[in-house]
């Protein structure tokens, strides 16, 4: 993926690069330590299981859900604070290298820890005493996890859950607010793992309460970086074989002052959230970023609308053009596409339609399209040809959005809800739009949400005109060349790079 100078970092994306030397000796070392070191690791690992399920053994409902105090505390803590330490020690963790000094509970009853690099940073636990976690409630049902999450009292979400996330809201501001009667708790406040590159805006989580936070950066210091799992890039078995084929891994667990917030940081946890990222993240030396997971894709945040990082449209292009098709085909199938939808028929077609439609040999590039819109075999086809002629300049950007409004305009009556301004984005930028009330706030506010109001944002509006001149090809609204195509002609260059990412999906040498 190419990243132009100047421009933030991807950071879902991870590969490891090994030279000639490395590759031996990982293979070697692999062959041996990787057999030793799984099985050494899972015997600990299946130690913990009934000596974490003895710690609650025999309590009520209502004592379990009480902080366990006494004996219980005391003994069961020290053993899988051990077993958990031998486990990272038997995968290569010889040594963990702590800077700066754990604060209190009454301090910090919340470490905030990032960044969130894969399932190893879990060793962070050891190093921090063994806190509480929040775990999404599948992971109960898991073998051996399930235990150490019973063991630890952890608090459980189920994402799917409306009622489970405002349980975990009350349950984590009962207990960091509880004045040391509950452990503290720990979270990794990006959400989901990264690169190390950049940190990815926070999630509130840790933050809703109100109370000081002590922030803790993990560092992986060891070339080649092998710990990190991300959405694109080395699995986690990769992860797990290359840490392992290493002599040992270093690691660093820096603790820095606790943050105490500001009142007006007490009223705003999203500012809260932000203001401990910059300053994390200044730290790390690495940019604070308003990137985030949304789903099955990476996004950047514009006002209420989700960007993708990497467009479906741009990789569709990519693989268009990987199958031999030039610009002008493309375009031309993009237009008939258009044309078909005008027609009235269905536009939900399946990858073995869309292959016929494209003109494709085979169905595979077909099936790849489909898994780019959709988590099927299946897409809708104006997704497909609005967000393509989109980011490529194939129509003016003023034809495309009175087609989309033609199409989404569900009661045709010439006016836009919510819902449909919604779907509309969704199917210009190439993924669904669940938050679009700050801008459907934005055109009500232009008077009636006609397509004129609606072509008006888009060109006139601060926030929403960077969908323009970022994300979308820009040369048609925003710069009054309403033909949109530079010199009558489509654009081969594709204009429509977002952030300095290209189709490729690949960082350039």
């Given at each position: ?24 000796q ?12 799984i099985?050494?690791a ?14 609650l ?18 003994l ?11 486990v990272?020690?038997a ?45 999404r ?11 150490l ?9 189920s ?19 509880s ?67 290493q ?51 990476p ?21 268009l ?18 044309d ?36 099927d ?17 194939f ?9 989309a ?13 919510a ?10 930028v ?12 934005a ?18 509006h ?20 309403h ?27």
């Amino acid at each position: 993926m190419l990243k132009g100078k100047g421009q933030t970092p991807h950071p879902f994306v991870h590969e490891v690069t090994l030279t000639a030397a490395q590759r031996v000796q990982g293979t070697i070392l692999g062959i041996v330590l990787f057999p030793i070191r799984i099985t050494l690791a899972t015997l600990f690992f299946l130690l913990m299981w009934p000596i974490a399920r003895l710690r609650l053994a025999g309590l009520s409902e209502a004592e379990r859900a009480e902080p366990v105090q006494g004996w219980r505390r005391w003994l069961f803590h020290h053993i899988i604070l051990f077993l958990s330490r031998a486990v990272f020690f038997a995968v290569g963790f010889l040594w963990i290298k702590v800077k700066g000094r754990q604060a209190g509970l009454k301090e910090a009853p919340v470490l905030a820890v990032a960044p969130h690099s894969g399932f190893l940073d879990m060793l962070v636990l050891c190093a921090t005493g063994l806190p509480i976690v929040v775990s999404r409630s599948e992971n109960s049902k898991l073998p051996v996890i399930g235990a150490l999450l019973e063991f630890n009292q952890s608090v459980l979400v189920s994402r799917k859950d409306p009622e489970s996330r405002k349980k975990c809201v009350s349950q984590i501001c009962e207990r960091v607010t509880s004045d040391g009667r509950w452990p503290q708790m720990l979270m990794f406040p990006e959400g989901t793992t990264t690169n190390g590159r950049a940190l990815i805006k926070f999630k509130p989580g840790a933050f809703l309460a109100g109370v000081p936070v002590q922030p803790v950066l993990l560092h992986y210091p060891s070339d080649p970086d092998t710990v990190r799992w991300t959405w694109k890039g080395l699995s986690w078995l990769g992860a797990l074989w290359h840490t392992t084929s290493q002599i040992y891994t270093s690691v660093t667990v820096e603790f820095l002052p606790v943050y105490t917030p500001s009142q007006q940081e007490k009223e705003n946890p999203d500012l809260y959230a932000e203001n401990v990222q910059k300053l994390m993240a200044k730290a790390l030396g690495v940019p604070a970023t308003d990137y985030v997971m949304e789903g099955r894709f990476p996004v950047k945040k514009l006002g209420n609308l989700s960007l993708p990082l990497e467009p479906p449209a741009q990789e569709t292009l990519k693989l268009l053009h990987k199958h031999g098709f030039t610009n002008a085909r493309v375009e031309t199938v993009m237009n008939d596409m258009i044309d078909s939808c005008h027609s009235g028929q269905s536009t939900t077609v399946t990858a073995d339609h869309l292959t016929s439609l494209l003109g494709l040999t085979d169905r595979t590039t077909a099936v790849k399209i489909c898994s780019l819109y959709s988590k099927d075999d299946t897409v809708d086809m104006r997704q497909v040809c609005l967000s393509v002629s989109a980011v490529s300049g194939f129509r003016s950007l003023e034809s495309l959005i009175h087609t989309a409004f033609t199409w989404y305009d569900t009661d045709q009556d010439g006016l836009l809800s919510a819902d449909d301004l919604s779907n509309l984005m969704g199917a210009l930028v190439g993924i669904p739009q669940y938050a679009v009330e700050d801008m459907y706030s934005a055109l009500t506010s232009r008077g009636r949400p006609t397509e004129a109001s609606l072509q008006d944002l888009l060109r006139t509006h601060p926030v929403y005109r960077k969908v323009l001149t970022e994300y979308l090809h820009s040369s048609g609204l925003a710069d009054g060349n309403h033909n949109g195509i530079p010199n009558g002609k489509a654009n081969s260059n594709n204009n429509g790079i977002y952030n300095g990412y290209e189709a490729t999906g690949r960082k350039s040498d």
